[in-house]
């Protein structure tokens, strides 16, 4: 009775295994290598635990030996699509050394079994059973201790389980119990049932495994989403920061600029109250001293506009930007402090727009920070000039700012742009590191080289597709 219930183990497992590998199967294009694998080995499995079934119908040769040798393969091979999970590269080799083995284990199974007897090919199918399990463990093991997978943790002590169970069947070939397959004892009932239960579980840990993975890789993408967005975030601030830290590095020419129109506003505003109270207004001056301010205000309001703007804390933009409008918006923050310092601005005519994909403010905080730093290296010099050019190269455009300082060593050059590196006493070293990364952000790049008398800065962008409009 017990050689049925073997037998009826041995159906409900190749059933088991056919229609799970059939199943997996419909998908098979899908399927990574490592599946792949798996579903092949599955289904040789089920088709070779058939065969060993039907043993009294079939011919030795096709009920045993090679049932036996090709079984033993889909043991290897499933290590093979574990060790496919974290071990790229070619795999062939291993596989025609796995079919080679295969040829040449079946073929003496079939000569054992025909000259030496069972007991020999007992031997010889329970050493390949439980060592291909065994060795299955390994590959389960490193891919735990590569990615922490807790499924592959739970792999490794299956394989090691059954490997050792189907080692334990050895016993057969001493005492004479269950040689062969379907044996009549109870022993031999109980093994089986453990295997197959092994065997079920060695299928079910390996889709924990996969969706364990596949959850993995779904943490690791929300990670670094999170952390880049983080990142945006940071930069922004840290942008907003570097934006506010040189406007108050000017700070002393803005309230001088700003001193103008307001001296203006107030010495207008006294002579019309003289006026007023003397009560001989003159109505073609009273009007013309209204005009200077209006004009006045307009100005004052003007400056106070471009510092807001410059420093306004708005998320970045994505938008066609004419950067005719972002070097005149700088130039027009810097002049004044160029003035004082006797700094010629020398910035060609640009009668056609010149379209970006960028945000406004940041485009002027870049140009503003290559503009500023030029302006800082001409201190300890006597000729002071900026000059500003601009070059089209394909679908690019090339803003490049020339000034005749004292230059940058081929060291600093190397390094310019990395984040808090800086040769000024009070500098944070951010600037050049901030606008380079607000230029990557849309596809643009700020180089420094050095120039005929002083350093040289390139910002390049492309150029938009088509005009707004």
């Known amino acids: 009775m017990n050689s049925y219930n073997v037998q009826s183990l041995f159906i409900f497992f190749a059933i088991i295994s056919l229609l799970g590998g059939g199943v997996a199967g419909l998908y098979f294009k899908r399927l990574d290598t490592s599946a792949k694998y798996w579903v092949i080995a599955t289904l040789l499995w089920g088709v070779t635990g058939l065969a060993t079934v039907f043993r009294n119908e079939l011919p030795p040769l096709w009920s045993y030996s090679i049932p036996i040798g090709v079984n033993s393969a889909t043991f290897v091979l499933m290590g093979l699509g574990i060790e496919r ?16 083995a295969t040829v040449v284990y079946t073929v003496s199974m079939e000569l054992c079994r025909v000259h030496a007897g069972p007991k020999v090919t007992l031997v010889l199918s329970g ?57 009549q004892d109870t022993w031999t009932l109980g093994i089986w049932s453990a295997i197959f239960v092994f065997g079920m579980l060695r299928y ?20 670094a989403l999170a952390r880049e967005e983080e990142g945006r975030k940071l930069s922004t601030r840290l942008a907003r920061l570097e934006r506010q830290q040189s406007l108050g590095v000017m700070s002393a020419s803005f309230a001088h600029e700003l001193n103008q129109p307001l001296g203006v506003i107030l010495n207008y505003s006294e002579l019309l109250q003289q006026q007023l109270r003397s009560e001989k207004m003159d109505k073609a001056l009273s009007l013309n001293v209204l005009d200077d301010i209006v004009a006045s205000t307009v100005r004052a309001a003007e400056i106070i506009r471009r510092i807001r703007r410059f420093i306004q804390p708005t ?3 994505n938008e066609r930007v004419d950067m005719r409008a972002v070097v005149d918006e700088v130039f027009a923050l810097v002049g004044p402090e160029a003035a004082r310092a006797r700094i010629t601005m ?21 140009l503003f920070n290559v503009v500023r730093n030029a302006m800082e290296s ?21 803003l490049g700012i020339e000034d ?10 190397l390094k310019a742009g990395e984040p808090f590196y ?32 002083g350093t040289r800065a390139l910002i390049r962008l492309p150029l938009a597709t088509s005009p707004i409009g």
């Open 85 to 100: 999970l974290y071990k790229q590269g070619p795999q062939w080799p291993s596989l025609l050394t796995l079919c080679l």
């Open 127 to 183: 050493l390949a059973f439980g060592l291909s399990s065994i060795w299955c463990a390994y590959p389960a093991h490193r891919h735990h201790q590569l990615t922490g997978n807790r499924f592959s943790s739970h792999m490794r002590w299956v394989m090691v389980g059954l490997g050792v169970l189907h080692l334990v069947r050895l016993q057969g070939a001493l005492t004479g119990w269950g040689v062969q397959t379907f044996g």
């Open 204 to 223: 079910f840990t390996y889709v924990g495994m996969r969706i364990q993975e596949q959850n993995d890789d779904k943490l690791r993408v929300a990670a």
């Open 315 to 317: 998320a970045p933009q």
């Open 346 to 366: 020398v910035v060609p005519p640009m009668s056609q727009p010149i379209w970006v994909q960028a945000d406004s403010v940041l485009m002027s905080q870049v």
């Open 378 to 398: 001409m201190q300890d010099v006597s000729v002071r000039r900026i000059h500003v050019d601009i070059q089209f190269d394909n679908a690019m455009v090339q």
């Open 404 to 413: 005749t300082g004292s230059g940058l060593t081929e060291e600093v050059l």
């Open 422 to 453: 800086t040769t000024k006493v009070s500098g944070m070293g951010m600037g050049l590191s901030i606008s380079k990364t607000i230029l990557s952000q849309y596809g643009g790049s700020l180089s420094l080289t050095q120039a005929e008398q």
